[in-house]
């Protein structure tokens, strides 16, 4: 399980840090356009740059680096996730897209605003202002391509066909699928991260309306999980069944296994892909009122774990390796054949970098319940032998699909990182 901050590769914080707390500080209350006007940004930048480089925050996740953050990153407290169509129909204005997200993106999850602030109270300012003031609270966005980026209805839209790697193909449909149109698909999707709802919110925000007259959204999920202020030792978060959720999980800060696991080598596709990875989205509803219902043994069969420890059933501790031979007096098995556990688990050759967050999305109109659920996300080297062959398996014998309802779909390559002065999608695009 991930337990640090693996974020080793991406390139060291800058030390001209001005972040979005800072500029509010230094132009005081109500000075910031006068100073501005009187000096010009450059100006203002400097004086913050000397004062800012002895104080860095410490909640900067950088942007730049060889991953994309947000992959292996240890999961924030809130998410914000999207799914985008392109409108545009040439490549040079998607390329252009790439290049804004970039700029846009580096500048948010260092804390600062997507635009030099204005005084001109004839412009809408550039950045839409709900982060000011804030911390960048680790902020990470991830972008990725989805298999419609590169061919929609036999049409090759942007001269793309050739690169589509393999792996890049809709998922499968699945027995139990229950996928709804409006929360599957895109051509391309942004996932941004950040221990703060409104940061999240701002960033996709501000990238979604960079993209007006190119890009359009699609589906959007917010999601979280219980904060770190709630949890200071930041143990495993439980999900909405009450279980904790995240215990087995690759090794972020084995470079070795994240390299087998999640990360495209040279030579699995097309090269423009290494060093990224395929995320899959489920958007999962938890029939939450049934289960509050359920007997805690019958719960606890269906994961085949303890609620309490998060132990496998016959152990004692979370962390304990769960024994799939053991069996009771009755000659059965301890952890049920059908336990969600033991048939994600199968052989333990298929792994995946399970980063998923809870969402609640008030009522469901048709039933009166809550429509409350999982935004089940991974990521990986190749859905065909990891996410692709575990849900095969668990759609025809998971004990817990008496709780659940897939209803949501989608696989994004997300792109190699980028260096400064770079652009993510660089590779695919020249
Ligand atoms: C296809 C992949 C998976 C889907 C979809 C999925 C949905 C799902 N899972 C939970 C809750 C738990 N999952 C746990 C373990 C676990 N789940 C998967 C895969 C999918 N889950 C794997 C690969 C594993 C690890 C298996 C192993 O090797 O041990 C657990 C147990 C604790 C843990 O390890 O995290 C829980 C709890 C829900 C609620 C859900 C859909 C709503
Ligand atoms: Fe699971």
Redesign the pocket.
Same mark, same amino acid.
């Given at each position: 399980m991930a337990k640090t901050n693996p974020q080793l590769e991406n390139s060291p914080i800058s030390s001209r840090t001005f972040t979005r707390r800072e500029m509010l500080k230094t132009a005081g209350v109500g000075g910031i356009g006068v100073l501005i006007g009187a000096s010009g940004f450059g100006g203002l930048l400097s004086i913050t740059e000397n004062k800012a480089s002895s104080s860095k925050p410490d909640n900067i996740i950088p942007f730049y680096g060889k991953h994309q953050s947000g992959i292996t990153t240890k999961p924030q407290d809130h998410i914000y996730f999207a799914a985008l169509d392109v409108t545009a129909t040439d490549k040079t204005a998607l390329i252009q897209l790439f290049k804004d997200w970039t700029k846009a993106a580096a500048l948010m999850t260092e804390g600062k605003p997507v635009g030099e602030l204005s005084s001109n109270g004839l412009l809408p300012p550039k950045d839409t202002g709900e982060a000011a003031g804030l911390s960048p609270s680790q902020l990470t966005i991830t972008f990725g391509v989805g298999p419609s980026l590169f061919v929609k209805d036999g049409v090759d839209r942007f001269g793309l066909l050739g690169k589509q790697p393999k792996e890049l193909v809709d998922l499968p449909k699945f027995p139990l699928d229950a996928l709804e149109e409006e929360w599957s698909g895109g051509d391309l999707c942004i996932q941004a991260c950040a221990d703060d709802p409104q940061v999240v919110f701002h960033a996709v925000r501000n990238l979604i309306r960079i993209a007006r007259g190119k890009a359009i959204l699609r589906w959007a999920q917010p999601g979280f999980q219980r904060t770190k202020q709630a949890d200071p030792k930041e143990k495993t978060p439980r999900?909405l069944?009450g279980?904790?959720?995240?215990?087995?999980n690759p090794d972020v800060n084995n470079e070795k296994v994240m390299n087998e696991q999640v990360w495209i080598q040279p030579g699995d596709g097309p090269n423009w892909l290494a060093g990224g990875s395929y995320l899959v989205v489920?958007r !999962?509803q938890?029939f939450i009122e049934v289960w509050d219902r359920t007997h805690l043994k019958e719960q606890e069969n269906t994961?085949g774990?303890y609620r309490d420890s998060?132990a496998p059933l016959g152990k004692n501790n979370e962390f304990d390796l769960?024994d799939f031979t053991q069996k009771d007096k009755n000659d059965e098995y301890v952890i049920p054949v059908d336990s969600?556990?033991r048939v994600?688990?199968g052989d333990?050759t298929q792994q995946?970098l399970?980063r998923g967050y809870s969402y609640s999305n008030g009522m469901d109109g048709k039933t009166g319940n809550f429509d409350a659920?999982?935004l089940?996300i991974?990521f990986q080297r190749k859905p065909s032998k990891q996410?692709i062959p575990?849900?095969q398996r668990?759609a025809k014998m998971d004990k817990?699909n008496e709780y !659940?309802s897939h209803r949501g779909s989608a696989i994004f390559a997300c792109l190699p990182g980028t260096k400064p002065g770079g652009f993510i999608g660089e590779t695919l695009f020249t």
């Open positions: 999900n069944f279980f904790k959720d995240g215990t087995v489920r !999962i938890m994961f774990r998060g769960p969600h556990m994600a688990h333990g995946i399970r659920g999982l089940f991974c996410f575990i849900q668990l817990l !659940i």
